[in-house]
Nanobody, 127 residues
């Protein structure tokens, strides 16, 4: 059974930074895209960013462009989300998942295109 485990969340002041990790148990990690979604209290889960299986392509939601950076280390079966200039509205549980299909030509932004969601890590940004 494939498992993805998020870590690195916590409490930070506005303007601060956090680095989230998404560790996968899968040997074939390097052929799947990785996505980060987030869910704030009372809101639907929303797309944050994704990275292609090769690491060459990334896609960001407009509200994180210039502040967040997604990366991956396929040798460590781990993806990362560097979050800078955090705002109170970034407060949410952050989830990672990998694409249902491998070696995709385009990065997907739809939740249904991803599988093996982690349990999430809480990010709280105080004002």
């Amino acid at each position: 059974q494939v498992q993805l485990v998020e870590s690195g969340g916590g409490l930070v002041q506005a303007g601060g930074s956090l680095r989230l990790s998404c560790a996968a148990s899968e040997r074939m990690f390097s052929i799947y895209d990785i996505v980060w979604f987030r869910q704030a209290p009372g809101k639907e889960r929303e797309f944050v960013t994704a990275i292609s299986w090769s690491g060459r392509n990334t896609y960001y939601a407009d509200f994180v462009k210039g502040r967040f950076t997604i990366s991956r280390d396929n040798a460590k079966n781990t993806a990362y989300l560097q979050m800078n200039s955090l705002k109170p509205e970034d407060t949410a549980v952050y989830f990672c998942a990998r694409s249902r299909t491998s070696l995709r030509k385009e990065i997907g932004r739809d939740e249904g295109e991803y599988i093996y969601w982690g349990q999430g890590t809480q990010v709280t940004v105080s004002s």
